[in-house]
């Protein structure tokens, strides 16, 4: 059996010739496309394992090489009252803009949107740019599919006070860097909610999670299954990802 | 109690240590339909009761919004309301026509926006008060609800023609907005009453140097007939993960008919709104509008001023004070509560109005109640009204 030592040394090198960062960064890769691209997704909430409200999206999105940031525009399909309203995440700025009376909002990254996802979970994001990275310890985990994976569990802290969240538990598969779970904390510690990244299908180039099932962290029995779909490269013109352009989007 | 304790600890571990839930994988996820014509189309209906003129009142309306693209660079929109309300009293009863929106959209090239015909045209980053909005002016038909949002659902856009251009994170909007007939007293029907939002001619340009930071801005002056004027600033800012700030402000000068002293004055709305993780949001804001006498009971007009801050959706009151919340999901994950409080903050009037909505995926219903108080000369209890309640409904078709 290993001493905790020996147990360090053995990482070690581990830590030196794949920075904890990068291994953060290779698993945004296998989430995000490099290209600008549009999707679809479906968000289905469930309360006692019973399927309860169910939204449309489209999102667009493209890399901001100033930022290494995405910049995120969300079209609401559904339901029929939210119909093609729009949600634009441009750094810093999140705003919400209803074509029907031209009016834009702005909102924090905490406003919720369906269920358990928030602004900050629908939309694409590299973590890597938002969160530092440290190598916690290397673990096998239960995945979304119920299979057990050899995972790097890595601890994220938000590298500015407008992230989504304060705190992260990232477990990342050894060898693939595919994402397998993330516990999303709150400054205080408390655990605000449990996603799991299953379902892996070629999409644009390479394996990607189809879904993420996000479990609340005070209440299990409510669950939110974020599907994606349809991934398109897409030409996405600039002035979709501008607040004052959002009054000129057509697609 | 030997056993019991032990008992209820080892439940507690097992529960703690089970897998959670997760749904079964879905199929392939479908993709959203997107047909032609993109839009929306609800059923409306409300009645209200309460001690106001009139005492009962019904209403039922259909509501849509269409939009066609006919090629990647041309499309137009229509977005329209028509109202047939019921009042409890003889001859209450009428139909109304709200032509929100009719125009032909140009994209000729990537960054710009060609839009000619009525169209909604709004500024503002506050959040019941505008001062930067110079297109508001007697755009508002009906004051169905204090809800802001429904409240712009109602407004009337301006004629005109407008050219939006968005390059490296900066933009320019221009609207020119031609007089095309006076503002008749009583227009009927399905008038579509262009001489409610074109009775001058009227320009606005808005510029935004976009982000500098968390700091977003922008920069509108506006012009036209009889000497009107405008210049103001909208700044918003993101506070941390879950404070947004701002502030509208704005330098005014209008015709005499229009309301406001001789001059020059000032008009501003800032605040903050701030949301829990639990999906609670509460939003104060402040404003002064220097349109208003000081005090509205010791002005020589308070029912004109009163009846000019309506046709402008702004205070009744020179400072005033609004406070804002949301709840959802409260006690149900289908249940709104959304609460209003104004107060005037020179003299003993406020008004308080509250409402609780069930929404589902089709459908809504809401409960509403609104309590005034105040002296009869004070914004709030100039018109005699104390209380109200209103239900309303809508089906998404």
């Known amino acids: ?251 | 109690m030997r056993i019991l304790f032990p008992t209820l600890l080892a439940f507690g571990l097992v529960v703690m240590g089970q897998e959670p839930w997760l749904p079964p994988t879905a199929p392939e996820a479908p993709a959203p339909e997107v047909s032609e014509p993109q839009g929306t189309l609800f059923l409306e209906g409300g009645a209200s009761l309460g001690d106001g003129v009139p005492q009962r009142s019904w209403y039922l309306g259909l509501d849509g919004r269409s939009t066609w693209r006919w090629s990647p660079t041309l499309g137009a929109t229509l977005n329209a309301r028509v109202d047939r309300d019921w009042m409890s009293r003889p001859g209450g009863a009428s139909t109304t026509l709200t032509l929100r929106e009719a125009f032909l959209a140009w994209r000729p090239k990537e960054g710009w926006a060609l839009d000619l015909g009525r169209m909604q045209v709004r500024e503002g980053v506050a959040l019941g008060f505008n001062p930067t909005d110079g297109f508001r002016r007697d755009a508002l038909l009906a004051w169905r609800t204090q809800d802001f949002n429904r409240l712009r659902e109602s407004r009337l856009g301006v004629v005109g023609l407008r050219l939006q251009v968005v390059r490296e994170g900066r933009s320019l909007a221009l609207v020119l907005a031609p007089r095309i007939r006076e503002n008749e007293a009583d227009p009927r029907g399905y008038d579509p009453r262009f001489g409610r939002t074109n009775a001058a001619a009227r320009w606005s340009l808005r510029v935004s140097p976009g982000s500098l930071g968390p700091l977003y801005g922008s920069v509108v002056v506006a012009g036209g007939e009889g000497g009107r004027s405008l210049a103001g600033l909208n700044l918003s800012a993101g506070l941390g993960r879950a404070t947004v700030a701002y502030l509208e402000a704005a330098q005014v000068k209008r015709p005499p008919e229009e309301g406001g002293p001789e001059g020059r004055f000032h008009q501003w709305a800032g605040g903050a709104t701030y949301t829990t993780p639990w999906r609670q949001s509460l939003s104060l804001e402040v404003r002064r509008n220097g349109a208003q006498p000081r005090r509205l009971s010791e002005s020589t007009l308070p029912l004109e001023a009163w009846s000019q801050a309506l046709r402008w959706q702004e205070p009744a009151s020179r400072d005033s004070l609004l406070l804002h919340g949301t709840w959802d999901r409260l006690l149900s994950d289908f249940l709104t509560l959304q609460a209003l409080w104004q107060r005037d903050l020179r003299e003993a009037t406020s008004m308080a109005w509250g409402e609780l909505a069930y929404r589902r995926t089709r459908a809504s219903l809401g409960l509403a109640l609104l309590r005034q108080t105040g002296a009869p000369l004070t914004a709030f209890g100039l018109t005699g009204q104390r209380w109200a309640a209103t239900l309303t409904f809508r089906w998404y078709l």
């Open chain 1, 1 to 251: 059996m290993r001493t905790p030592l020996a147990l360090l040394l053995a990482l070690a090198p581990l830590a030196a010739s794949t920075p904890v960062q990068q291994i953060l960064a290779a698993s945004d890769a296998i989430r995000n496309p490099a290209e600008p691209f549009r999707l679809s997704l479906t968000l289905v909430e469930y309360r006692d394992k019973k399927q309860q409200d169910t939204a449309q999206l489209v999102v667009y999105a493209r890399m901001n090489p100033g930022r290494g940031q995405f910049d995120n525009l969300v079209r609401f399909m559904a339901p029929a009252r939210d119909r093609n309203k729009l949600l634009l995440k441009n750094g810093n700025d999140i705003w919400f803009f209803d074509p029907a009376t031209q009016a834009g909002l702005r909102l924090s990254p905490q406003q919720r949107l369906l269920g358990q996802a928030s602004n900050g979970d629908v939309v694409t994001v590299n973590l890597a740019q938002d969160y530092r990275a440290e190598l916690e310890q290397e673990e096998t985990i239960t995945d979304g599919e119920g299979k057990p994976r050899q995972c790097w569990k890595l601890k994220l802290s938000a590298l500015r006070s407008d992230v989504s969240y304060f705190k992260v538990d990232y477990w990342v598969e050894k060898g693939t860097h595919r994402p397998v779970k993330g516990q999303f904390l709150s400054e205080s510690g408390r655990l605000l909610k449990t996603a799991y990244y299953r379902k892996f299908r070629p999409q644009l180039g390479r394996e990607r999670p189809m879904e993420t099932v996000i479990i609340d962290g005070m209440d299990p029995q409510w669950v939110t299954c974020m599907q994606y779909g349809d991934y398109q490269p897409k030409h996405i013109p600039e002035a979709w990802l501008r607040k004052d352009g959002l009054a000129t989007f057509q697609d």
